[in-house]
């Protein structure tokens, strides 16, 4: 027995938590992991670039699971950040005045990963721009030096190594990467919002499968970098 909750419809516990995404990211990294630099562009008055703002923002801790699309979770994991609306509110709005209608959002990772978020579900308090995991500093694996976490959706919105963020009226110049079934506008995990016009439970049966390779790939890849960083420090 446990004392947790069902997990949501179609989802699987795996007691890891593996550097996932789709596979041409595998080989993707993060050129900066220092302090974390965000450009705020779109629909704005002032597009600016954000660094040392960010670190007087209010500090968080939560404690959420995390639902790839392709079936895993893993729950229970430790973040430590500050809310995205304190961010809105306190950097974005004063700093970069957004259109009061630019409520469609591109998150951009420096590895060239990109998803968008309405702005009403980026404003959910759960909704964290993360630099801190199980009591470590965020590690390139999981996003460094920022990451979004959005524990209501699927894992795919919860961009990693974030550079940039744009404000928009309209969704009308976005194109999201890869394949379009694949991407939902809102990705809602209680809603298994997994992809548009293919349901949600015929995909993961098209998931499940690509899950191990996926892990592996990623995981090589990863060694790779890190060795090669060593390397490169000789
Ligand atoms: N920048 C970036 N963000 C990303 C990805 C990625 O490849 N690059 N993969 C996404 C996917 S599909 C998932 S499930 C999660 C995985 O997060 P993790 O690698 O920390 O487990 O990151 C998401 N954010
Ligand atoms: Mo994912």
Not at 14 to 32: Q, S, V
Not at 39 to 63: F, N
Not at 106 to 115: E, F, I, S
Not at 161 to 181: E, K, Q
Request: aromatic content about 10%; overall charge positive.
């Amino acid at each position: 027995m446990n004392n947790y909750p069902a997990l949501p419809p179609g989802q699987r516990e795996i007691n890891t938590f593996p550097r996932f995404g789709l596979t041409p990211f595998a080989k993707r990294f993060p050129e900066n992991v220092g302090e974390a630099k965000i450009l705020i562009g779109g629909d704005v008055q002032t597009p600016v670039e954000v660094g040392s703002e960010l670190e007087r923002m209010p500090r968080v801790a939560q404690c959420a699971d995390f639902h790839c699309v392709t079936t895993w979770t893993r729950r229970g994991l430790q973040w430590g950040g500050m809310r995205f609306a304190d961010f809105y509110q306190q950097v974005v709005v004063p700093l970069a005045q957004p259109a009061a209608d630019a409520t469609f959002v591109v998150l951009k990772g420096q590895d060239g990963a990109r998803t968008s978020m309405l702005l009403e579900d980026l404003l959910s308090p759960d909704v964290l721009l993360a630099d801190r995991l199980d009591g470590q500093p965020l590690s390139i694996a999981h996003g460094a030096p920022l990451r979004l976490v959005a524990p209501a959706h699927y894992g795919y919105k919860s961009v990693k190594h974030v550079a940039r963020i744009d404000f928009w009226r309209s969704d009308a110049n976005y194109r999201p990467f890869g394949l379009r079934f694949m991407v939902h506008p809102r990705a809602r995990v209680a809603f298994e919002e997994r992809g548009q016009w293919v349901p949600g439970w015929l995909l993961r049966y098209l998931y499940r499968p690509l899950i191990g390779p996926t892990v592996s790939r990623f995981e090589r890849e990863m060694q790779r970098h890190l060795e090669a960083d060593v390397r490169d420090k000789k």
